[in-house]
């Protein structure tokens, strides 16, 4: 891998670039999204802290992300144990300071980690809909992009520990993640959870026996349309990270293109057909959310997996994220307007082990893909350990520090703003000037 970091710019990297300047579509897709699901009132409010988290996570990953995420092949911190190394933080210089970018893999992954870290960044922002405040959020997002993601991505992308698990103890090709199902949508999603958790849910959302209420969203438009955008910038962000972490050549790109597509549609199809027999009709934000679930779940395997196999992902996904709603919402009583904690923390868990069951890694240099491919014998594990590292480690980690964040700078806004309508309160004009929008009575409790 320290070959790479030399290495001109080639036919793959100029592909490369490519991708990469597709991912914004993705962040441009969850912000409707977000919006669509979340009450008319605050519809101004969610697009600008979309704009916001995204230039808060793209400096704070400048700033000292890349530093700690590294690139394999570049200088990592190293615990020896059991005789064996493992890298557990990059040791880059801060503020890039220094650092030689003149090599086309450094500067690619420069780049798609702070688009990476900017689309991790807007996971959560649909499960604080209607009620995160702006200040509150941009911190968050700077801890998000600056310490959690990056450690995160060292240890899959960076040559960390989790990478290593194939060469230090014979587990497959070590924990595997093509396109980000753990590193962006899992570590995404369960910052979501925490969020969710600190915040509690809206006034109004459950009654006095703990029933919820159907709040639904002001715009199926807006979500069903970023639904699209998601898919163009998931292609490019899938491909990028498969030429960028996992060798692989300019013809791996149209597999990967091909099992997102798939697995989207099949997660999307399984959501719909699941709410409609249900009850009795089917369910557009469901169906939404399981479309971006089988997006996030493509993420993990698409490099290699068969098409049909893609399908069998997205499906499970589609079915998972639509059980996963009702399950957070109803028993958990975790309030989550935007279905973030479902579509990518779920999805991106099941992604992630989709690439074990799958049993066909192929190794990091991606010359065989699908049905060609070897079973490794381990994998299955390699990929459990990282889910156990996800939920172990990272959910505990980032509820720590976003509770931290709550001591020092309430999160939540005043019952005063959640009523009036967060465009009003924190930014003094609504996004529908034109019309009026709706302030429901909240319930007292």
């Not at 060292?154 to 060469?167: E, S």
Request: a neutral charge; one cysteine or more; hydrophobic letters at 50%.
């Amino acid at each position: 891998m320290s070959g790479l970091v030399s290495a001109p710019f080639d036919a793959n990297s100029d592909l490369c670039v490519v991708f990469i300047l597709l991912v914004p579509l993705a962040g441009a897709g969850l912000a409707l999204i977000n919006t669509g699901l979340g009450r008319s009132r605050s519809a101004a409010h969610m697009m600008m802290s979309s704009l916001c988290v995204f230039a808060v996570a793209v400096l704070a990953y400048t700033v000292c992300g890349f530093a700690w995420q590294g690139f394999a092949g570049q200088a990592a911190h190293v615990l020896k144990l059991g005789g064996k190394p493992w890298s557990w933080l990059g040791a880059g210089p801060l503020f890039l300071h220094h650092m030689p970018l003149t090599h086309s893999p450094v500067q690619l992954s420069l780049l798609l980690g702070m688009l990476s870290a900017a689309l991790a960044g807007l996971i959560p922002l649909g499960a604080g809909s209607d009620r995160w405040r702006l200040g509150a959020c941009c911190i968050s997002t700077a801890v998000l992009a600056g310490w959690t993601y990056p450690m995160f991505a060292h240890w899959v992308w960076g040559g960390g520990w989790l990478a290593q698990l194939g060469a230090n103890y014979g587990l497959g090709q070590g924990f595997f993640d093509s396109g980000g199902a753990s590193t962006i949508q899992a570590v995404g999603g369960l910052t979501a959870l925490s969020i969710a958790w600190i915040l509690g849910a809206r006034r109004g959302k459950y009654a006095h026996d703990g029933m919820p209420s159907a709040i639904p969203g002001h715009n199926a438009v807006f979500v069903l349309f970023g639904c699209v955008l998601a898919l163009v910038g998931w292609w490019g962000l899938n491909s990028a990270g498969a030429i960028l972490y996992n060798g692989a050549d300019a013809g791996t790109t149209v597999l990967v293109a091909i099992d997102s597509t798939l697995s989207a549609a099949a997660a999307a199809l399984a959501a719909a057909i699941v709410t409609n027999t249900r009850f009795g009709k089917p369910d557009a934000s469901l169906t939404a959310n399981g479309w971006i679930g089988g997006l996030a779940a493509s993420s993990g395997a698409c490099a290699f997996a068969p098409p049909m196999a893609a399908v069998v992902i997205g499906a499970f996904a589609g079915v998972l994220v639509t059980f996963a709603v009702e399950w957070f919402e109803v028993r958990m009583s975790v309030d989550d307007p935007g279905g973030s904690i479902s579509a990518h923390a779920i999805g991106g868990l099941w992604g992630i082990l989709a690439v074990g069951v799958l049993g066909n890694v192929p190794a990091r240099t991606l010359s065989a893909v699908g049905d060609g491919a070897t079973p490794h014998p381990g994998q299955w594990l390699a990929q459990v350990l990282g889910i156990v590292t996800l939920v172990g480690f990272v959910l505990p980690l980032s509820y720590t520090l976003n509770w931290i964040v709550n001591r020092v700078y309430p999160q939540r806004v005043a019952t005063e703003g959640e009523r009036q309508g967060m465009d009003l309160y924190e930014l003094g004009a609504g996004a529908y000037p034109e019309f009026i929008t709706h302030s429901e009575e909240f319930t007292e409790r």
